[in-house]
């Protein structure tokens, strides 16, 4: 809504006056105003008349003070100056402090400012020949002020925070169902999920019922899973400590002293072989069935030495012979790498079974010993004890016994231990893995998954991000409740007040009319509250025939606003409104009153009805700007106002680019001669006939004119162009007539000829139509809105 009194800014204390607009110190890329600053003293006074030429700067200088006082930068954002180049600043003097615009903000003070222009008009009142239910919306906050405005804001706050929060609270319903589609059994509801309680230890009770609901899933593979095989374990050693110390008690003493004592005659020293000789005399044996020596082949006279052998190698050496043997080609085994070969293969295969276990039943592989360090200590040890052996093999019939012995089996023992080890741990994993086989019930699996699903949705439920979606429901919840109480309170409120203040409106609209003299007078009635916003409701009456102000497009047949009213009679109805409102609002000691050629359309009786009005405003107002393409309308405002309290200045250009912000002697615009000069120009150049010599010397005192009354700080009143341009010259570089001087020395130069006597030869002197016209149009250019 766009009304005279509708602003965000607190009303100042009592005790202070309300803060107005001092200058208009600096504008940059606002609508017309490429940039713009002021010229001499050319602030604004408790009243004060603009002047300004059509399409120079009116209405955007009404558009920013819009913008300051409601606090929307989007309105001079919107205006930025096409092909602009720098960001758009705006910089105010409102009453000791700034309001500046800049990087797309306002910062400073805001001034209560109402604005009737064509912008309120088209916001409130009418577009065109056109009334809309916007309109009627709008002009319904001009009809119930501030205090009805703050409950019509607030009520609608209220609905768009409700609409934002029944929003919120779909996107939450939708986040919560995504989870609850994913994270809960099928056909938990949204509210059975919130009202899920919060269970300690919650991961540990789903991991436990994940590797439940896995095991009963897999349970046909899983019963027929292969499972880790136990390593071969080595000899153990006590049996090898009694090889070491076996002997051959039945052997007669004769037999071993003889098989002894001929042994050692032939083990000469140093002489080795593969074959020891008690194996090589056993070897023998068997071919001593003859009469001759089955080592020699002589004949046998005497048997002795040969019965002596056959009752050393008897049955039991024999056996022990060959237990020797065995475990002497055990040990090759293990120097060949035939255990570490097999032991190796079951780590590998072990590996994968454990593996599948872990993955498919969640069952922890054992913890076992460094089986490859095992490895390498078992061929270390079977390697020492080979050669212990080979020596028991060389005489199997003596005990063997000592350190080395001891030694070799006890680096045996603990290489074994540790493989013994490892296996227990495996039988211990072996027994768990059975165990599970034989729980699983693949009729379960319904059920587990269930209660999974559960544990899932409860976990997921108290998740930090569910908590605070379900916190967010709770707060709208309540939100909601408090909003429908709120509403129904500010209705019942806004009720009461617009009736009060509809009756009282209408009749000093009427009365604005009849002063008017308007034909036709309104009938201003309780607003209609249908919809989600109020409207103001209204009838024209002419000749007391009531006229709706709203009618459909192609009913031209029917009586309308658009129809049974001229357009003086619209602009005096916009123009009744805002008087009428203005003058009701208790605030208006504290207000801005700013009017855009209010008179737009009016005949000659109501223009001197609004300079009455004006002056009136001008006495009742914090301040009164007015804004005016009309010279004669601002030389009426000037005679109506108290001169002490007026201020008059000009939107003027000075230089290319460049707006000035000047002051403005109404009285000496208006006189004839000087309107006379720039006119006459200004037909020149439309192609009416005047003596160019004429036009080319009025070029200079345009200028003189122009630029003495902008700045009479910089220029006493009777400077010649000359003057002008030196003084210029020295003046600061940001005087923003600067940007002026090429073209003042071109003009100087081009129209020196016609004000000083002729000179012969003199190419000055001749000039023709089209270069006179191109000055003439410079001139006009610099010097618009004097």
């Given at each position: 809504m766009t009304g005279p009194a509708m602003t965000a800014a607190a009303p100042a204390p009592e005790t202070s006056p309300a803060p107005v607009l001092k200058e208009l110190k600096y504008v940059q890329n606002v609508g017309r105003f490429e940039k713009a600053g002021p010229t001499g003293d050319a602030?604004?006074?408790?009243?004060?008349?603009?002047?300004?030429?059509?399409?120079?700067?009116?209405?955007?200088?009404?558009?920013?003070?819009?913008?300051?006082?409601?606090?929307?930068?989007?309105?001079?954002?919107?205006?930025?100056?096409?092909?602009?180049?720098?960001?758009?600043?705006?910089?105010?003097?409102?009453?000791?402090?700034?309001?500046?615009?800049?990087?797309?903000?306002w910062t400073g003070p805001r001034p209560q400012i109402a604005i009737y222009d064509s912008v309120f008009i088209n916001e409130n009142v009418f577009s065109g020949d056109h009334v809309?239910?916007?309109?009627?919306?709008?002009?319904?906050?001009?009809?119930?002020?501030?205090?009805?405005?703050?409950?019509?804001?607030?009520?609608?706050?209220?609905?768009?925070?409700?609409?934002?929060?029944?929003?919120?609270?779909?996107a939450l319903e939708s986040q919560l169902d995504a989870v609850i589609r994913t994270a809960a059994p099928p056909g938990m509801k949204r509210d059975a999920f919130l009202a899920l309680q919060k269970r300690d230890h919650i991961d540990a009770a789903i991991t436990a019922k994940e590797t439940e609901v896995q095991r009963v899933r897999r349970a046909?593979?899983?019963?027929?899973?292969?499972?880790?095989?136990?390593?071969?374990?080595?000899?153990?050693?006590?049996?090898?400590?009694?090889?070491?110390?076996?002997?051959?008690?039945?052997?007669?003493?004769?037999?071993?002293?003889?098989?002894?004592?001929?042994?050692?005659?032939?083990?000469?020293?140093?002489?080795?072989?593969?074959?020891?000789?008690?194996?090589?005399?056993?070897?023998?044996?068997?071919?001593?069935?003859?009469?001759?020596?089955p080592f020699c082949g002589q004949e046998l006279t005497d048997r002795t030495l040969v019965d002596a052998y056959k009752g050393f190698f008897g049955d039991t050496y024999k056996t022990l012979a060959a237990s020797i043997r065995k475990t002497r080609e055990t040990f090759a085994r293990y120097a060949n790498g035939d255990f570490r070969k097999t032991v190796e293969n079951l780590v590998r295969q072990n590996a994968g079974h454990f593996g599948y276990w872990s993955e498919a039943a969640q069952v922890d592989p054992p913890a076992l010993a460094d089986i490859?360090?095992?490895?390498?200590?078992?061929?270390?040890?079977?390697?020492?004890?080979?050669?212990?052996?080979?020596?028991?093999?060389?005489?199997?019939?003596?005990?063997?016994?000592?350190?080395?012995?001891?030694?070799?089996?006890?680096?045996?023992?603990?290489?074994?231990?540790?493989?013994?080890?490892?296996?227990?741990?495996?039988?211990?994993?072996?027994?768990?893995?059975?165990?599970?086989?034989?729980?699983?019930?693949?009729?379960?699996?319904?059920?587990?998954?269930?209660?999974?699903?559960?544990?899932?949705?409860?976990?997921?439920?108290?998740?930090?991000?569910?908590?605070?979606?379900a916190a967010k429901l709770d707060t709208h919840a309540s939100r909601k409740e408090a909003i429908a109480t709120e509403k129904a309170d500010l209705r019942k409120e806004l009720n009461d007040h617009g009736r009060a203040i509809t009756t009282e409106l209408g009749k000093s609209i009427n009365a604005y009319l009849g002063r008017l003299n308007a034909g036709f007078r309104i009938d201003y009635r309780e607003p209609d509250y249908r919809g989600k916003e109020p409207s103001a409701s209204y009838q024209i009456l002419i000749n007391d025939v009531p006229v709706t102000p709203r009618s459909a497009p192609e009913a031209l047949h029917e009586p309308s606003f658009r129809n049974t009213l001229s357009a003086g009679d619209k602009s005096t109805l916009a123009l009744a409104l805002f008087l009428a409102r203005i003058n009701a609002d208790p605030g208006l000691k504290d207000t801005i009153v700013v009017l855009d050629d209010p008179f737009t359309s009016l005949d000659n009786f109501r223009r001197q009805f609004t300079a009455i009005e004006i002056r009136k405003l001008c006495g009742r107002a914090a301040q009164t700007i007015v804004l005016s393409h009309d010279k004669n309308f601002l030389r009426l405002?000037?005679?109506?106002?108290?001169?002490?309290?007026?201020?008059?200045?000009?939107?003027?250009?000075?230089?290319?680019?460049?707006?000035?912000?000047?002051?403005?002697?109404?009285?000496?615009?208006?006189?004839?001669?000087?309107?006379?000069?720039?006119?006459?120009?200004?037909?020149?150049?439309?192609?009416?006939?005047?003596?160019?010599?004429?036009?080319?010397?009025?070029?200079?005192?345009?200028c003189e004119d122009f630029y003495r009354k902008g700045d009479p700080g910089l220029f006493h009143e009777a400077a010649s162009l000359e003057e002008i341009i030196r003084l210029l010259d020295a003046a600061p570089a940001d005087h923003p007539y600067k940007g002026a001087l090429e073209d003042l020395r071109d003009i100087n130069e081009y129209s020196r000829g016609d004000s000083h006597a002729a000179i012969g030869g003199n190419p000055s002197e001749e000039t023709s139509d089209e270069e006179l016209k191109g000055f003439c149009r410079k001139v006009l250019a610099l010097t618009r809105g004097m």
């Open positions: 602030g604004f006074g408790s009243c004060t008349l603009v002047f300004g030429e059509n399409g120079w700067g009116k209405s955007t200088l009404a558009d920013i003070l819009r913008s300051l006082t409601t606090n929307n930068p989007a309105i001079v954002i919107g205006r930025k100056t096409l092909a602009g180049g720098p960001d758009q600043k705006v910089v105010l003097r409102v009453g000791t402090q700034q309001a500046v615009f800049e990087r797309g903000a809309s239910a916007d309109h009627l919306k709008n002009q319904y906050g001009l009809v119930v002020g501030e205090e009805g405005v703050r409950r019509v804001r607030r009520i609608v706050a209220l609905d768009e925070e409700n609409r934002d929060i029944n929003a919120a609270v779909r046909k593979e899983l019963k027929a899973a292969a499972e880790p095989q136990l390593f071969p374990v080595p000899t153990e050693t006590q049996r090898l400590r009694d090889l070491l110390g076996s002997t051959i008690e039945d052997v007669a003493e004769h037999a071993l002293a003889a098989v002894r004592t001929h042994v050692a005659a032939h083990r000469g020293a140093g002489r080795k072989s593969e074959t020891t000789h008690e194996a090589w005399i056993e070897a023998g044996l068997a071919f001593a069935d003859g009469d001759d020596c490859a360090t095992a490895i390498t200590a078992m061929e270390a040890a079977a390697a020492r004890l080979d050669t212990v052996f080979q020596e028991k093999q060389a005489d199997l019939t003596a005990a063997l016994a000592g350190a080395a012995v001891d030694d070799a089996l006890a680096a045996w023992e603990d290489a074994r231990n540790t493989i013994v080890g490892a296996n227990a741990a495996l039988e211990t994993y072996l027994s768990r893995v059975k165990a599970l086989k034989d729980s699983i019930d693949p009729g379960y699996l319904p059920r587990l998954e269930n209660e999974l699903k559960t544990l899932q949705a409860t976990k997921r439920r108290h998740d930090q991000d569910i908590a605070e979606v405002l000037w005679e109506k106002i108290d001169h002490s309290t007026l201020r008059s200045i000009a939107l003027q250009t000075g230089a290319p680019g460049v707006t000035t912000i000047a002051p403005f002697d109404i009285e000496a615009a208006t006189q004839p001669r000087h309107v006379t000069e720039r006119m006459k120009i200004e037909e020149y150049v439309e192609g009416e006939l005047h003596a160019p010599n004429y036009i080319r010397s009025r070029l200079r005192t345009v």
